[in-house]
């Protein structure tokens, strides 16, 4: 019965924070798309909650295709507000920062007050002031774990939609740290790291390509699921939790504590939010001002132990002023810079009069 409390709990709390059946390859691929884009001894941590949520309120000022490409991306729908949580330390926050001369409109700024509780701040981004309130209001809601998010402000920047994220929850079972040692961690070269150590029940499930076990915080509602690739397989990132069952499992988890920045716009394009990016990018219901987003960053971190876990995340979209055009450019591009085929063909019978195969294109 505890474990299928556990589950419900677990399958409750991702389907109320994150709609988790529309939610799913959004989470999955943002982390994947980030993992491809870093170095294989490098560690990733991202926060889908936070970038889903500053992406929603950028999503709220976009027309057009440009909105329809973050909303597909996110999964259909937008983030709301994050649900206070009892037993553990869950907050979500919001703000928007504007250039004091942009024209900002009004009904934009509502939604974000109303939807997101964002706090809206008018600034002169020329001023070095500015860049220091930003830090500020980030470690601020992030109990100090990410006291900065950006060193200075471009001349053509506009705007900043900021999400900030703070978790902190112990374990429902604590790890004893009488039991905690030192030992090796196998990963680009072997490391000596501090393990923490328990024989307990866990729900848990083995397949083909990895283990997978789920550790519950106090409470029930919310567990950190960790999956260990098998020698030689690749990593799995989905877990279905339907399929877990009690067992007991002498377990070894490494205590870790990591910090990490990841500019996210290429990992944003390639699952789907290209537009945004661009001149005529449609994001008139912010403003008149021909605006794209510049650059959206993010940082983590996360600080895991015998006691629990402790994790915060700042996702800071940036938008700049950009000349008014087209801008996304749709068409295909073929670089013909490689061996190629050529016909020379009469279109009204479909007689091919000259072919051939250009492996060198010298010109006599």
């Not at 980030?138 to 950006?150: A, D, E, F, L, V």
Request: charged share 25%; hydrophobic share 40%.
């Amino acid at each position: 019965m505890k474990r299928i409390r556990l589950i419900a709990a677990a399958l409750c709390a991702v389907t109320t924070l994150s709609g988790f059946t529309d939610r799913k390859d959004y989470e999955t691929n943002l982390l994947k798309e980030a993992v491809a884009s870093s170095d294989a001894s490098s560690n990733v941590v991202v926060s889908p909650r936070s970038a889903g949520e500053a992406l929603s309120m950028l999503a709220e000022g976009a027309g057009g295709s440009t909105r329809d490409e973050i909303i597909a991306t996110l999964g259909d729908s937008l983030y709301g507000r994050i649900p206070e949580v009892k037993g553990i330390t869950l907050k979500s926050a919001n703000s928007v920062w504007i250039r004091k001369d942009l024209d900002l409109k009004k009904a934009y700024a509502r939604t974000l007050c109303r939807k997101y509780d964002a706090q809206a701040y008018r600034r002169s981004f020329s001023a070095p002031e500015t860049v220091g309130q930003i830090n500020l209001w980030c470690s601020k809601h992030t109990n100090g774990k990410i006291p900065s998010i950006i060193n200075r402000i471009s001349p053509e920047s506009v705007l900043f939609l900021i999400n900030a994220i703070y978790f902190n929850a112990n374990w429902d079972d604590p790890f004893d740290e009488a039991k905690t040692r030192e030992d090796v961690f196998h990963g680009a070269q072997d490391l000596n790291r501090k393990f923490m150590h328990a024989k307990k029940w866990y729900d848990y499930m083995e397949t083909d390509k990895s283990q997978i076990v789920v550790l519950p915080y106090a409470g029930g509602r919310f567990a950190m699921t960790v999956i260990l690739p098998k020698e030689g397989c690749e990593q799995e990132y989905e877990v279905d939790y339907t399929q877990l069952r009690q067992e007991q499992i002498r377990l070894s988890l490494p205590k870790f504590k990591v910090e990490t920045t990841l500019v996210m716009n290429d990992i944003l394009k390639n699952m789907g939010i290209r537009r945004a990016f661009y001149a005529g990018a449609d994001f008139s219901r912010i403003t008149s001002a021909p605006v794209a987003v510049d650059k959206v960053l993010q940082k983590c971190y996360i600080d895991v132990s015998e006691k629990g876990t402790e994790a915060a995340a700042v996702t800071m979209i940036e938008m700049r002023l950009t000349s008014a055009g087209p801008g996304y450019d749709t068409s295909k591009v073929m670089n013909v810079n490689r061996p190629f085929v050529f016909k020379i063909t009469d279109l009204n019978t479909g007689e091919v009069l000259f072919a051939g195969r250009i492996s060198d294109p010298k010109q006599n």
